[in-house]
């Protein structure tokens, strides 16, 4: 018997619409470079540094994605999803300060980039309450499917990561997160499936600015604002 193809949703006609932004945040120069072991170790450092005061301010975002999917979803399983995100944030926190410490970086003096307050800014304006619910879980997931497709691209077959990455690989490179970018990614297409025409564009429009965002954000372990 033939078998009935996966039905496709909004965000993967999304995504091929938009590819090679996609492309360009899953497989940035950065990230190619974890994989391949050429990567400069300041540029690591940097990224780091970057990454762990956009976590704080991404903390409080994630809070407002877990009060809109008790207050706005009528599934009372999206809460458990976002939950399980907000508790691993606590240890990714965590790990962030030993890992800190590893490569002694002083988070306390590190001063945000460009990219990075324009990414927080960006963070802010979605927590708004005007900003509907399918909206909110596109951007959701594309910010944690960016790190996940980029990590596991580290990890896979071939890959010459070196050891002392591995740690942040494996972070967002694992099945768990994996799974979870797909239960979000669920509860996204599941809410878009219902969205009116401009909640709709406003959704692709939001996927295609954090893209643009995450883009950003690699290009500052190179040096850049
Ligand atoms: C810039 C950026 N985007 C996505 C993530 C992944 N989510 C939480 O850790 C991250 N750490 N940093």
Known sequence: MEKKP???GMIDTWIDK???IYTAATRHAFVV???DGSVDLSSFKTWLEQDYLFVRGFVPFVANVLIRACKDSGE???MEVVLGGLASLNDEIEWFKREG?????EFSTVVPQNANQ???RFLEALMSNEVKYPVIMTAFWAIEAVYQESFAHCL???NKTPVELTGACHRWGNDGFKQYCSSVKNIAERCLENASGEVLA???????RVLEHEVAFWEMSRGGQ
């Open 76 to 78: 009372s399983s999206d």
């Open 101 to 105: 410490s590893k490569w002694d970086v």
């Open 202 to 208: 406003e959704a692709e429009d939001v996927l295609v």
């Open 18 to 20: 938009h590819r090679s």
């Open 33 to 35: 470079s974890i994989r």
């Open 156 to 158: 896979e077959d071939g």
């Open 118 to 120: 324009d990414y927080r």
């Open 6 to 8: 996966e039905k496709r």
